[in-house]
């Protein structure tokens, strides 16, 4: 006589994509009777169970052999969960970038980052010498990023440095400037 375990073993087809143990309880009156284990799956929307009676080794054997059974449909649900994960936490992580650059007053059209030129910084290309470039983009960026909630009326941030105007600071020595 096949036992429930032999079923499992002999249609993986039906168990790999559904099916799990479950404990029931009987009452007659007040008292309560159980557990009573089966297996529960479904075939063509129908749902179906084998009962395994109250034997706790033989649920625990259907369980390891439904999750063995049932690993590769596991496997993907986790791998597509964390696909969801990772690609949520891209997409927040790329809109704190793009308020990031926008308190810097540049635009972003998609990963692309626009209006450096309007800030300053001239044009990189094979004309414009790649240092004077670097020295002109570290001079507006490792300033920190201005603060537009506490200051609406500040005139524009291309003029400001460390919280003064910049034709209000001492001049320094002239090699750590960017240049005009």
Not at 18 to 24: E, H, L, N, Q, R
Not at 62 to 74: G, I, M, N, P
Not at 117 to 143: E, H, V, Y
Request: net charge positive; proline share 9%; charged share 25%.
């Amino acid at each position: 006589m096949p036992t429930p375990l032999d079923f499992i073993n002999n249609n993986p087809q039906i168990f790999a994509q559904c099916g799990a143990v479950v404990a029931s309880y009987r009452t007659r009156g007040t008292a309560r009777y159980g557990p009573y284990y089966r297996v529960a799956y479904r075939i063509a929307g129908r749902q179906c169970s084998i009962y395994l009676g109250r034997c706790k080794q033989l649920a625990d054997r259907a369980r390891e052999l439904l999750t063995k059974v049932q690993y590769r449909r596991d496997f993907f649900r986790i791998a597509r969960r964390g696909e969801r994960q990772r690609r949520a936490t891209l997409r927040r992580v790329i809109r704190q970038w793009q308020q990031t650059i926008r308190a810097y007053g540049l635009d972003v059209r998609g990963c692309e980052v626009r209006g450096w030129r309007r800030l300053g910084i001239p044009r990189i290309d094979k004309t414009t010498p790649f240092n004077a470039a670097q020295r002109a983009a570290a001079a507006i960026l490792l300033g920190p990023p201005p603060n537009w909630a506490t200051h609406p009326h500040t005139p524009d941030p291309r003029y400001w440095q460390n919280g003064t105007p910049v034709d209000q600071q001492q001049p320094k020595d002239s090699s750590h400037h960017a240049p005009p």
